[in-house]
């Protein structure tokens, strides 16, 4: 952190498990679906990568956050 994309790196790489551990409503409001959607922006730099302590493929595991998002927000089930 901070991301150059702008990305906020430590909510989107768990929307997964928030949206399904909380009320799921605080997680699919324009603001957060705004911030889901800077991960498009990705510059694939790998800084976040590098700066990972958990040594996570970070870039990857955001982009499989936001397709699991995208499909909640079409209507799967979670």
């Given amino acids: ?15 997964s498990l928030m949206i399904r551990r909380s009320p799921s409503e605080a997680q699919l409001t324009p603001e957060t679906q705004a911030k ?28 499989k956050n936001l397709k699991d ?3 909640i927000l079409a209507g799967k089930a979670y």
């Fill in 69 to 71: 998002y995208k499909e």
């Fill in 1 to 15: 952190m901070p991301c150059p994309a702008g990305i906020e790196i430590n909510n989107c790489a768990r929307m």
């Fill in 36 to 63: 889901m959607m800077k991960i498009e922006e990705c510059l694939h730099c790998n800084k976040c990568k590098s700066k990972c302590p958990y040594y996570l493929d970070t870039p990857t595991l955001l982009e």
